[in-house]
């Protein structure tokens, strides 16, 4: 059977901040109705990656090479204006902090009415009622109240959810959220992990998600990339993954979680290389366990490590610990 056409997919992506190269040849493909996770320590990329797909990038930030298609046209050539029509409507974004996404001197009932009447004719009232719909449809009960309201009169949590609830008032195909959860206390990360996931079984909505957080990854992705010094070291199919990692780097993100054995996590020493130091061959060497003479000039491409499981893809730019 014949794959359906991806409804977002990055193509060898490179993005540089003052000449200074960020992304490497980052390609990824998110299929309608999937959450797709990206993964890595802070500095990684992560937020380049999300902020190049929404032609968001501070001054100084530019795509260099590679294309973005979403719902088969290529939106790294849009300008402002294309990508503000689209942002909003096919494309809902989620920060970390809901103060990014929410305005603090407006009321939320405020802040729907923008948003929609940004791209539809639409009453205050109507607007209101659409609003207080959404809010139930995630959870939030009283949604007639809580548009009346200021952000800060609601606490960390249901602001997050008011955000998001406010990111899929159009009902946009595709969300991105940058490190959702990492503001919220631990009980409310649940809540907000089981909402987004909710969006997919009730909307389609695709998910592409950034965090640091691999119990996220577990617990919410279809399928994840690993990100290291801003290239994808390790992506595929999240089972396969966290059952057979095969990239050193995978494998001490995974050591470095705590659990509840009392055993201390493995750690990984040392920080990744500045940017625009390393010209050739694998930036995880100075930290690797299995690093081998020619690490430092050999090319580095995703190669496929799936080990013939059907349909279970797996692709790693180094298998030495597999
Ligand atoms: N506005 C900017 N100007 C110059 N360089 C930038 C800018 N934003 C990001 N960078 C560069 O890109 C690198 C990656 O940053 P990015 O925010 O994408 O990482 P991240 O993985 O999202 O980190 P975090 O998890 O801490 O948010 C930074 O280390 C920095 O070198």
Redesign the pocket.
């Known amino acids: 059977m014949e794959k359906e056409e991806a409804l977002l997919k990055v193509n060898n992506l490179e993005v540089s ?2 000449d ?1 190269q ?1 992304l490497k040849g980052l390609s990824l493909s998110i299929q309608k109705g999937e959450i797709f996770g990206i993964v ?1 320590e ?8 999300l902020s190049a797909i929404l032609n968001m990038m ?1 001054n ?2 530019k795509i260099s090479k590679g294309e973005i298609i979403f719902e088969g046209k290529d939106i790294s050539k849009y300008n402002k204006e294309e990508m503000r029509r689209l942002r909003g409507n096919r494309l809902g974004v989620v920060f970390q902090n809901p103060g990014e996404t929410l305005n603090p001197s407006r009321k939320i009932e405020t802040q729907f009415y923008e948003a929609l009447r940004a791209h539809e004719k639409i009453t205050k009232q109507e607007a209101g009622k659409i609003a207080a719909d959404m809010l139930k449809r995630l959870n939030l009960e009283h949604g007639d109240k809580i548009i009346k309201k200021y952000p800060f009169q609601l606490s960390g949590g249901m602001n997050q959810r008011v955000a998001l609830s406010l990111a899929m008032i159009m009902e946009p195909s595709l969300l991105l959220a940058d ?1 959702p959860t990492s503001a919220l206390d631990v009980t409310v990360q649940a809540q907000a992990i089981g909402e987004m996931m909710k969006l997919r079984d009730n909307f389609g909505t695709s998910i592409l998600i ?1 965090t ?1 957080n691999m119990g996220v990854i577990s617990h919410m992705t279809d399928r994840f990339a690993v990100m290291y010094a801003g290239r994808i070291v390790e992506c595929g199919d999240k089972n396969e993954i966290l059952s057979n990692p095969v990239h050193p780097y995978t494998r001490s993100l995974l050591g470095a979680i705590p659990d509840f054995s009392g055993d201390m996590p493995t750690g990984l020493e040392g920080s990744p290389p500045p ?1 625009g130091s390393i010209k050739c061959g694998c930036e995880f060497e100075s930290r690797c366990p299995c690093c081998e003479g020619n690490c430092t000039t050999k090319e580095l491409k995703l190669i496929d490590v799936s080990k013939g499981n059907v349909g279970k893809e797996h692709f790693a730019v180094c298998s030495k610990a597999g």
């Not at 802070?42 to 990656?49: A, D």
């Open positions: 901040y003052d200074i960020i890595g802070s500095g990684c990329g992560k937020s380049t990656m501070e100084g930030g490190e950034v640091h940017f």
